[in-house]
T-cell receptor
Framework: DAKTTQPPSMDCAEGRAANLPCNHS???????VYWYRQIHSQGPQYIIH???NNETNEMASLIITEDRKSSTLILPHATLRDTAVYYC???????????FGKGTKLTVNP | DADVTQTPRNRITKTGKRIMLECSQT?????MYWYRQDPGLGLRLIYY???????NKGEISDGYSVSRQAQAKFSLSLESAIPNQTALYFC??????????????FGSGTRLTVV
């Protein structure tokens, strides 16, 4: 699995877009980028994943740079309920397991 | 009912006691996992199983054992609990897709305190 680097914490105003960066400069060609989040000691929740192209679903958008060395998770209109720890994981397709780092603690402020 | 159910939700036990944490799932997934989380840290993998006959150690398996009784059930045992096993424990399931893993489903966790 490629090593990922995330800022330990970020703040965002409610209603604004939250942009969470992730660096994965050693990512290999067959490694996907996954994002999960964990809300206050609950089980982690899958958000989105991507390989090369930008992806969007009902929860978020994922922007992957052309060289694939970094990505950004975008929550377009953050709410207080989006306050959580966000984990960026780079791992091969077909990987046996997910390896979690420390993630980014996002605090959405009113 | 939750897709992945963990019991108990909270448990306090004494040092040296044997304790079992249970996990059951209704997802129909073959793959199941046990993770541990300590305050301020990410999740660390204890054991994982790809089917009833397949058990694999994760990064921190010492002091733990598991049993995959059926596709839907995966139990974690602490043979002789010690205080540094006090943590939040999560069970998870997953199903591989054509492109790779995604959509892990986690249980709500078991908070274990060893005194």
């Amino acid at each position: 699995d490629a090593k990922t680097t995330q800022p330990p914490s970020m703040d965002c105003a409610e209603g604004r877009a939250a942009n969470l960066p992730c660096n994965h400069s050693t990512i290999s060609g067959n490694e996907y980028v996954y994002w999960y989040r964990q809300i206050h000691s609950q089980g982690p929740q899958y958000i989105i994943h991507g390989l090369k192209n930008n992806e969007t679903n009902e929860m978020a958008s994922l922007i992957i740079t052309e060289d694939r060395k970094s990505s950004t998770l975008i929550l377009p209109h953050a709410t207080l309920r989006d306050t959580a720890v966000y984990y960026c994981i780079a791992t091969q397709g077909g990987s046996e397991k997910l390896v979690f780092g420390k993630g980014t603690k996002l605090t959405v402020n009113p | 009912d939750a897709d992945v159910t963990q019991t108990p939700r909270n448990r306090i036990t004494k040092t040296g006691k044997r304790i079992m944490l249970e996990c059951s799932q209704t997802k129909g997934h073959d793959r199941m996992y046990w993770y541990r989380q300590d305050p301020g840290l990410g999740l660390r993998l204890i054991y994982y199983s790809f089917d009833v006959k397949d058990i694999n150690k994760g990064e921190i398996s010492d002091g733990y054992s598991v049993s995959r009784q059926a596709q839907a059930k995966f139990s974690l045992s602490l043979e002789s609990a010690i205080p540094n096993q006090t943590a939040l424990y999560f069970c998870a399931t997953s199903e591989p897709s054509a492109g790779g893993f995604y959509g892990y489903t986690f249980g709500s966790g078991t908070r274990l305190t060893v005194v």
